[in-house]
C-alpha cells in the first residue's frame, strides 16, 4: 500500500484524497482487520494444524481458545472502527461497509469456505487481490468530481492489473497450501482440491495456472513495457524468471519442504511484481 501511495500514486500526479493521517488510518485498519483473520483461521484450524504444522501450533498450546477469540474480537473491531473513523473523515460514509464485507468474509472463510471445494481459495485470493483497489477506493475515487482525468484513469487501470497478478499468485499459493496440508485437511473432513481430486491433479492444476499467469506476464511485458530495456530486464529477471522456475518445482514437487519453498517463492514475486510500480512513474 505504500508503494503504491507513496512510489506510484504520488510520483505520477495523481490527485489523492488521503493525507498521511489518513493513508495510516487505511493501513492500520486493513492490518488489524486480516491480523483478526488470521486469528480466527488459528482458531478453526486447530485440529488440522496439529497434523500439518504442528510445531507452529498457537492456539491451545500458547495460548488458549478463549483468550484468542478475545483477540480476533478487539483486533477485528479495532480494525473496522478506523475504517468506520476514514470513511466520514473523507466524506463517504457508504465505503465504511468495505471493512464490515471483508471482515465477515474472513470469519466465513476461516468457518465455513475453505471447507466448500474452490470456494475457499477464491475467497482468499480475492481478499488479497482486492488491497491494491482499496487505494483506488478510498485515495482515488474521493477526489473524482465530473471527469476522470488521464493520470487518474491510467493509474487506475494498472492498480487494477496488479490486483489481477495478485488474484493469480494467491490463488496458486493457496492451491499450493493445500496439496502440502492435505492429510490434515483430509483428517478434519475438508472438501479441498487435493482431497477432492488428489495430489497429482491438484499439481496439474497449480502447474496450468502458473503457465496461464506466465504467459499473461509475458503478453503485459511486450505490450507495456517493451520500449522499456531497464524495466523490461527487471520484470524478467524477477517475476517472470522466478514464475518459470516455480513452474519447474511445481511439476516435480513431492514432499512437503518442496510445497512450502514454492509457497516462499511466490511471497517474494508477488513482492517483487508489486516493485514493478516503483519504475512506472518515469515512463
Known sequence: MCIIKYGFFERLGVATALGTFEFLLLVCATTFIAAGGNIINDIHDTETDRINKPKKLLVG??????????????????????GLILSNMIGHKAIAAVFI???????????????IFLIGNVVIASLVAF???L???FDIFPTIENN?????????KTILHVAIFAFGINLIRELI??????NGDKNAGRNTIPVVLGKKRSTYIAFAITLV???????????????????MRYFLGAVIGPLLYILVKIFNAEMPQNYKHISILLKVVMGTGICTLLFLPFL
Open 101 to 115: 464485507i471483508v471482515a465477515a468474509l474472513l470469519y466465513g472463510y476461516a468457518t465455513t469456505f475453505k471447507n
Open 177 to 182: 497450501k493445500d496439496i502440502q496440508d492435505t
Open 135 to 137: 487505494l483506488v477506493l
Open 131 to 133: 488491497t491494491p483497489l
Open 213 to 231: 499467469l506466465i504467459v499473461a506476464s509475458v503478453y503485459y511485458l511486450y505490450t507495456f513495457m517493451f520500449s522499456y530495456k531497464y524495466l
Open 61 to 82: 498450546r500458547h495460548i488458549s481458545e478463549k483468550n484468542a477469540d478475545y483477540l480476533y474480537i478487539a483486533f477485528t473491531s479495532i480494525g473496522v472502527l478506523m
Open 148 to 156: 476522470i482525468l488521464a493520470p487518474t484513469l491510467k493509474a487506475s
